[in-house]
């Protein structure tokens, strides 16, 4: 399985790391995942844009405006979001979007979070 990541995803993921003796050695590694979608484009945005509106005129409440720019990407470039988030099901219903996610074993995401 490769795995590829875009700007926004990486500000979601570093922005929540804590101050710890492992979160430079996270970062290096994680900034070491391809990235997609860079620049940004601005036609990106506003398929961001019109996925949240399309999402609100059929009722769907999607909570981050980001996860509209992270889909815009993913279908931009036909690659799935791997996700522990509700809105990316949401989009998925009304655009191409490709999604899947798995919950964490052990609870793993707790586990980083305490760690970083």
């Known amino acids: 399985m490769r795995f590829v990541t875009c700007g926004p995803v990486v500000q979601e993921v570093l922005q929540g790391l804590r101050p710890h003796e492992l979160a430079g050695p996270f970062q290096n590694s994680f900034l070491a995942i391809p990235h997609i979608g860079l620049p940004v484009t601005l036609d990106l945005y506003l398929r961001a844009a019109d996925i949240y509106r399309m999402g609100r005129n059929k009722g769907y409440t999607i909570r981050s ?19 522990y988030d509700r809105d990316f099901p949401l989009i998925a219903r009304y655009t191409s979007l490709l999604e899947f996610s798995q919950p964490p074993k052990n609870n793993l995401k707790r586990h980083l979070i305490s760690l970083f």
């Open 65 to 83: 405006s980001i996860d509209c720019l992270i889909a815009a990407i993913a279908i931009e470039y036909q690659v799935p979001v791997w996700h």
